[in-house]
T-cell receptor, first 113, second 110 residues
């Protein structure tokens, strides 16, 4: 089993729909992150959490919300999806500050039509 | 100006060639530097990390940091078709926020 599991792998949804992307990890890491990846823009941080009671906005949090249900689970919600939220979404974890790197999931490819 | 600049390529080389991938950055305070490899339809995986200036070698891979020039490099020796991927650089001051390059697409032709 993968250390960081994201579901679903692919999703097509309509404009205005609410959608949730889920992430679970078996690394035992405290810190979890949500990034989106767009061609030419690279990885951009949406939200991050240093522990269950800690949630922080990243660079591009507008239109998104998150929930840290447990140390191992971190979900990302799009309350009302719009086409420019079409992207590849990655969940990542780190042991402490992540100075030795992140562990990424395999990603969710989201298309909003 | 972006914090981190990386040439997107694509870069295409014959098998066995030496590959040089580079990033420049604007914030002289960055202390930790990483290279990730991302295969198609997969998440990035950490390839190498270095602290401050200098070189670090791991098998066919060498990471180099030149803080005076604000320039980092990843060299791949004896490149293999399995090295075909997108390579992302990343850097941070304290680990609380990382800055990623946009990635360079590499194809190694058998």
């Amino acid at each position: 089993d993968a250390d960081v599991t994201q579901t679903p792998r692919n999703r097509i949804t309509k404009t205005g729909k609410r959608i949730m992307l889920e992430c679970s990890q078996t690394k035992g890491h405290d810190r979890m992150y949500w990034y989106r990846q767009d061609p030419g823009l690279g990885l951009r941080l949406i939200y991050y959490s240093f522990d269950v009671k800690d949630i922080n906005k990243g660079e591009i949090s507008d239109g998104y919300s998150v929930s840290r249900q447990a140390q191992a689970k971190f979900s990302l919600s799009l309350e009302s999806a719009i086409p420019n939220q079409t992207a590849l979404y990655f969940c990542a974890t780190s042991d402490g500050p992540g100075l030795y790197g992140y562990t990424f999931g395999s990603g969710t490819r989201l298309t909003v039509v | 100006q972006k914090e981190v600049e990386q040439d997107p390529g694509p870069l295409s080389v014959p098998e066995g060639a030496i590959v040089s991938l580079n990033c420049t950055y604007s914030n002289s305070a960055f202390q930790y530097f990483m290279w990730y490899r991302q295969y198609s339809r997969k998440g990035p995986e950490l390839l190498m990390y270095t602290y401050s200036s200098g070189n670090k070698e791991d098998g066919r891979f060498t990471a180099q940091v030149d803080k005076s020039s604000k320039y980092i490099s990843l060299f791949i020796r004896d490149s293999q078709p399995s090295d075909s991927a997108t390579y992302l650089c990343a850097m941070t001051l304290t680990g609380n926020q990382f800055y990623f390059g946009t990635g360079t697409s590499l194809t190694v032709i058998p």
